[in-house]
């Protein structure tokens, strides 16, 4: 069994306990916020669909930077899950920030914000990521030059973050801090769970798609035994680690 | 800006309910598009694979030898296509 299908399914119920209690957590326990009212409540989603998926792009970087020392294909394959995973979280992170922004600010969306911005920014970077390989045919070219592309923005991530955190002039509230946050008890409970479960939900996705993948690879290598080299048809241009 | 936040009131919850929801239906859409992409993948995949290693068992206890490029099933032979973009 690969080493990637082990545990699935021990990590798949972990998620949906996790996520069905924090759920139970957002709409049954948690108190409502005394600024916000019930708008707060899309903090629960939309944060830990933020941090995920900005976790999960330093990922990349790192499986990125492990694919570049040892030359294994499966670090490939790790980081680009890793970073697909995180664009569709960012994109599930941005919407939710867009609805919130639009209750809570009456605007869609803040140019002047740095915050909103810079996520943006690292999102629209990272959308770059699967154009790159499809530009490259060749299997380890395209392994190597993505690699250096996801340490290289993996690396930008982090440094990102805390230039916007030392900058003066936001209005994006801040709850979260060295000395745990100014989140009563409640809230910070139920922030945390939703947190745990978001990062599992990306651990659970992430590992189904490198099964699916390494699926994919096993069928090929399959059909190669079979019928020959010359009747399993190349890949050709693909975004994909094969 | 901050003025902006400042003057942010809470809203009632008729108003905010439905932002609230769209918040959380946005999220469970895109997982749930999502896993069901993986698990049509997924499917095919083991579908494929379970065919493929039952015509390997076959071969393997008739004692036939390597594949030669005559028989080429159809789905193979097909003309190249511009690779998914995954």
Not at chain 2, 32 to 61: C, F, G, P, W
Request: aromatic share 10%; with cysteine.
């Amino acid at each position: 069994m690969s080493t990637h299908v082990r545990h699935l399914r021990g990590l798949t119920i972990a998620t949906a306990v996790t996520v069905t209690a924090a759920l139970i957590l957002v709409f049954f326990y948690a108190p409502l916020d005394a600024e916000q009212g019930f708008v707060q409540k899309i903090f629960y989603i939309h944060v830990p669909l933020a941090i995920v998926s900005l976790v999960g792009y330093c990922l990349g970087g790192v499986f990125g930077l492990m694919y570049l020392r040892t030359g294994k294909r499966v670090w490939d394959m790790r980081s680009y899950c890793a970073i697909h995973m995180s664009l569709i979280f960012s994109v599930g992170g941005i919407i939710a920030g867009s609805i919130w922004a639009k209750a809570s600010w009456g605007h869609w969306w803040v140019w002047s914000e740095p915050t909103l911005v810079s996520y943006l920014i690292v999102i629209l970077l990272f959308c770059t990521y699967q154009p790159l390989r499809f530009s490259i045919e060749d299997p380890e070219r395209q392994a190597r030059y993505a690699a250096v592309f996801a340490v290289v923005c993996g690396a930008f991530v982090p440094i990102n973050f805390i230039v916007v955190r030392l900058s003066a002039e936001y209005v994006h509230p801040r709850v979260l801090n060295l000395e745990g946050g100014n989140l009563p008890g409640p809230m910070k409970l139920t922030f945390y769970v939703s947190l745990l479960g978001i990062a599992l939900l990306f651990a659970t996705l992430m590992k189904y798609e490198m099964a699916a993948k390494e699926m994919r690879i096993e069928t090929r290598r399959l059909r190669r035994t079979l019928l020959g080299d010359d009747a399993v048809r190349p890949l050709g241009r693909t975004a994909s680690p094969s | 800006m901050i003025a902006l936040f400042a003057e942010a009131p809470a809203l009632p919850l008729h108003t905010a309910g439905p932002y609230v929801a769209a918040a959380y239906i946005v999220f469970l859409l895109i997982v749930l598009i999502y896993v069901a992409l993986m698990a049509r993948k997924l499917l095919t995949n083991s579908r494929d694979l379970r065919d493929l290693r039952a015509q390997l068992e076959e071969r393997e206890h008739t004692g036939a030898g390597p594949a030669g490029p005559a028989p080429v099933p159809e789905r193979i032979a097909e003309p190249l296509e511009p690779a998914a973009h995954e």
